[in-house]
Structures are given as C-alpha cells and as structure tokens.
C-alpha cells in the first residue's frame, strides 16, 4: 500500500506559478510511476504529467507541455510539479497518483489540492 499526499495548491494569478509536491509513504517508493492528474468542475478527470521510476522520461499532456515540469527525488519518496504560465482554465483539483512500472492503471491516488488561478 502506498499513501499519497499532496500540497502547495492555492489561488494565484494568470502568469503566476505554483510548485505541487506529493508525499509518498508505505511501500518502497522508487519502483512506481508516479502521476499527475487534474479535475475541473463539471469535467472529467485529466491526464497532466507523469515520470518513470528513475526520472529519465517524463510525459506531459499537450496542454501543458513547455509550462509544466514534473521531477521527483526518490530520497525524499517526493514528487512535483512546478507549474509555471499559469492560466485561468489550469485552475482544477490537482491528484498524485503511483502505479508501478508496466501497469495501465494508476494504483493509488492523493487527495487532491485545489490550484486557482484568476484572470
């Protein structure tokens, strides 16, 4: 079992940045592709980033390609997601997720933080 634990959500304007970090704990946390995931009101669930195990390939949806960037330190079992540009329609609940390497679907998932941005 791996618990996830996300932070750094909050309200900041167009053009502003924010920095998400996702605290694992339980299992052994390097063997997992970790996720990012986004839902805004009244739409489904979005894919946004994710990085392998070793942190040498990261994924971005096309949304977000060139403000977004995904890393992980495995000493601290942490992910993030510094998110640069941002833009009113970025705002959503933000979701950490794990799977392990190989799997199609996410194991586990974080609680969400909330990110709004304001035009």
């Known amino acids: 079992q791996v618990q996830l634990v996300e932070s750094g959500g909050g309200l900041v304007q167009a053009g502003g940045s924010l920095r998400l970090s996702c605290a694992a704990s339980g299992r052994t946390f390097s063997p997992y592709v970790m996720g990012w995931f986004r839902q805004a009101p009244g739409k489904e669930r979005e894919f946004v980033a994710a990085?392998?195990?070793?942190?040498?390939?990261?994924y971005y949806a096309d949304s977000v390609k060139g403000r977004f960037t995904i890393s992980r330190d495995n000493a601290k079992n942490t992910v993030y997601l510094q998110m640069n540009s941002l833009k009113p329609e970025d705002t959503a609940v933000y979701y950490c997720?794990?799977?392990?390497?190989?799997?199609?679907?996410?194991?586990?998932w974080g609680q969400g933080t909330q990110v709004t941005v304001s035009s």
């Open positions: 997720a794990a799977k392990k390497e190989g799997n199609l679907k996410y194991d586990y």
């Open positions: 990085i392998n195990w070793s942190g040498s390939s990261t």
